[in-house]
């Protein structure tokens, strides 16, 4: 299984649910913070662009023009899947987005959360065409778009 260097709490590995996954190495304690979403802020037409030159998932929808892509100087937050019954959420902090746990998490554990992707994104190329989900919940909704996409 392959590995990478992460920070204390949590690692980098492949997922049951897609690809690579981050999971717990340590006990996480519910509502506190487990790592930023960080990477290089871009505009919807700057993020559309760099989608069409290498489409890449890792783009962070912050609000209606702006974009965090987690491949240029991300961390191991563009990782985290998404779940429909998820162990962590993303929280707006003034401008930043930090990843927070919704419950106790046990070592072992894969992080996910709610990607609660829209249509809105639709028309822009930065956002993926493909929204089946594959978490694996007893409640899966079979996809990772929100309620109110
Ligand atoms: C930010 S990446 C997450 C990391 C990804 N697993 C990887 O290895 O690069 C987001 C992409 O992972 C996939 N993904 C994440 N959660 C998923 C899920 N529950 N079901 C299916 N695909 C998922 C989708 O392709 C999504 O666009
Ligand atoms: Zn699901």
């Given at each position: 299984m392959s590995r990478s260097k992460t920070s204390s709490k949590i690692e980098v590995r492949q997922s049951g649910i897609h690809g690579k996954g981050v999971y717990a190495t340590r006990r996480i304690r519910k509502d506190s913070a487990i790592i930023e979403y960080t990477g290089e802020r871009v505009s919807e037409d700057e993020a559309n662009e760099r989608y069409q030159d290498n489409p890449s998932t890792y783009l962070f929808m912050v609000d209606d023009d702006t974009f965090i892509d987690g491949l240029s100087g991300g961390n191991e937050a563009r990782f985290i899947n998404h779940s429909c019954e998820p162990n962590c959420v993303a929280y707006l902090e003034d401008d930043r987005v930090v990843i927070h746990a919704l419950k106790n998490i046990q070592p072992g554990v894969e992080l996910t959360y709610?990607?609660?992707?829209?249509?809105?994104?639709?028309?822009?190329?930065?956002?993926?065409?493909d929204y089946t989900c594959r978490c694996g919940a007893r409640r899966c909704t079979g996809t990772m778009k929100g309620r109110e996409a």
């Open positions: 709610d990607y609660q992707l829209t249509d809105e994104g639709e028309g822009s190329d930065a956002t993926p065409t």
